[in-house]
């Protein structure tokens, strides 16, 4: 698509100077009453040269995107992480009593990372979250940041995210980052998609940012088993097809992040009609999807 955009913008840029070469030879040779006509003559096919290239550019540009956001919403999904045991943080249920559990705060966030091992070396490079209170989504709270990793980001990673080293090389560093980010969750619930998997890349860098993720944790993975557990695809990007839900910015972390919260409102009343009101009974429904899980994968 580029090379043809470029030799139509050579042949443009052709016929441009054909045009004002033979501009010049009318010119040399016309009368003065001629040379007004010859001007607009020439100036109109100067003019619509012009916009024909810029034509041929932006139909270039919009086919390239378009082809990148069809690229991005057939790559594959974030394989499933299993040390759910990140899940079984000190929980302090005793601070949210009995209370319904929609009418919770919650932080639904998404992590984007130079790979898929997070104790072998692989860095978060953007993280991002949004608010969710009494099932609504609180488009005023949002958290999204880059993060530069201090290493390269690896070419395979950028073909899901976007994300490039220069784009990251005047960010903060990950320590800054997450204090930013422990300030803006607060005390409230932290909800993921395959929450083990980006939780263990927090408590990796705990130390280096002076803080701890403590939170409660639900994923929205474990409650899709739940609820459709005859189903074998729990993805998010099946999970949304299935729900309806546009995921606008796939392998973004903001984008990826606003889906999930969609997902969890949804998934709050399907709960609800199964008995499960509170947090505590979201917590055994979702921990007794762990070795389910686990069981499913053998076959």
Request: glycine share 6%.
């Amino acid at each position: 698509m580029l090379v043809s955009i470029g030799l139509s913008g050579v042949v443009a840029l052709c016929l441009l100077s054909f045009a004002g070469w033979k501009l010049v030879y009318a010119l040399e040779y016309a009368t003065k009453d001629q040379f007004a006509d010859i001007i607009i003559t020439y100036g109109i096919v100067a003019l619509l040269s012009v916009a024909a290239l810029v034509g041929l550019v932006m139909l270039g540009l919009n086919r390239t995107l378009s082809a990148r956001e069809y690229d991005l919403r057939n790559l594959p999904d974030r394989p499933e992480f299993y040390d759910y045991d990140l899940l079984n943080l000190p929980h302090h249920l005793e601070e949210f009593d009995e209370r319904n559990l929609k009418s919770l705060t919650f932080t639904v966030f998404d992590t984007e990372t130079t790979g898929l091992r997070p104790s072998q070396g692989d860095e978060i490079i953007q993280i991002a979250g949004v608010r969710v209170e009494d099932g609504i989504i609180k488009e005023h709270k949002i958290f999204d940041k880059l993060v530069n990793p201090g290493i390269t980001i690896p070419k395979a990673s950028i073909r899901f995210h976007g994300i490039t080293d220069e784009m990251v090389t005047d960010q903060p560093k990950i320590g800054e980052v997450l204090r930013e980010f422990r300030d803006f969750i607060g005390n409230s619930i932290l909800v993921a998609h395959n929450a083990a998997f980006d939780m263990k890349f927090l408590k990796l860098k705990e130390l280096e940012a002076n803080t701890k993720f403590e939170h409660v944790v639900l994923d929205t993975l474990l409650f899709s088993v739940f609820l459709d557990r005859e189903t074998p695809e729990h993805t998010l990007s099946a999970i949304a097809e299935r729900m309806k839900v546009e995921i606008e910015g796939r392998h973004t972390a903001l984008g990826d992040s606003i889906a999930t919260a969609k997902i969890l409102i949804d998934m709050l009343d399907r709960l609800e009609v199964r008995g499960i009101t509170t947090l505590d009974q979201a917590l055994r429904a979702s921990n007794s999807m762990v070795a389910v899980r686990k069981l499913q994968e053998q076959f």
